[in-house]
């Protein structure tokens, strides 16, 4: 299994849809977890952090299955401005404490 | 509140011509300083990381170098630039929560 694995998408939704993405991870050590959103032409920006089971957020709700090791990111009522791309983020080992999914890409359509 | 300034937003440059890109951070003191590349429609490729002064750790072989001459620099250098090193280059530091935080990254075009 690679360090950090997510479906690359797109995922083109409607307005008002309910999306959910999947991140799939090799270290079962890990102890906290990330999303990041990312911009076409922008750098990379904390979404959400995930600690335990899962963190809610207005719209967006991550959460967490250890025993399986994958981390999911659902958004609620989908609006045009979410239009992006979204990195999960897992920590690794020593200083190199971060390790970056591809990203999953999202279109909103209105 | 800490910031992270890079610098130049945009470059173009030929092959075989030098590089210098500088990023430096303020609020923070002793900083975990990382260099990424993303190539177009690619993931984040992590190039360089540092955890002091002078102390760089190298994660990909290739013709980039980087240095950390002050506690809050650091500097991403080539001699000589390949068509190959055309990229998004983010600069990016770590909070204690081990969050990371990226500078606004410079779009470098190698022709």
């Known amino acids: 299994r690679k360090e950090v694995e997510q479906d690359p998408g797109p995922f083109n939704v409607p307005e008002g849809a309910t999306v959910a993405f999947n991140c799939t991870y090799s270290?079962?050590?890990?102890?906290?977890f990330f999303w990041y959103r990312q911009d076409c032409r922008k750098e990379p920006k904390l979404l959400m952090s995930?600690?335990?089971s899962g963190n809610e957020d207005g719209r967006f709700t991550a959460q967490l299955n250890r025993a399986s090791q994958y981390i999911s990111l659902l958004i609620r009522d989908s609006k045009l401005s979410d239009s992006a791309t979204y990195l999960c983020?897992?920590?690794?080992?020593?200083?190199?404490?971060?390790?970056f999914g591809k990203g999953t890409r999202l279109s909103v359509i209105a | 509140s800490q910031t992270i300034h890079q610098w130049p937003a945009t470059l173009v440059q030929p092959v075989g011509s030098p590089l210098s890109l500088e990023c430096t951070v303020e609020?923070?003191?002793?900083?975990?300083l990382y260099w990424y590349r993303q190539a177009a429609g690619r993931g984040l490729q992590l190039l360089f990381y540092?955890?002091?002064?002078?102390?760089i750790s190298s994660e990909v072989p290739q013709n980039l170098s980087a240095s950390r001459p002050q506690d809050r620099q650091f500097i991403l250098s080539s001699k000589k630039l390949l068509l190959s090193d055309s990229g998004f280059y983010l600069c990016?530091?770590?909070?204690?929560?081990?969050?990371?935080?990226f500078g606004a990254g410079t779009r470098l075009s190698v022709l």
């Open positions: 990016a530091w770590n909070s204690a929560g081990g969050i990371q935080y």
């Open positions: 540092s955890v002091g002064i002078g102390q």
């Open positions: 995930v600690y335990s």
């Open positions: 983020v897992v920590p690794n080992s020593g200083n190199t404490p971060l390790v």
């Open positions: 270290n079962s050590a890990s102890q906290s």
């Open positions: 609020g923070t003191s002793n900083p975990n």
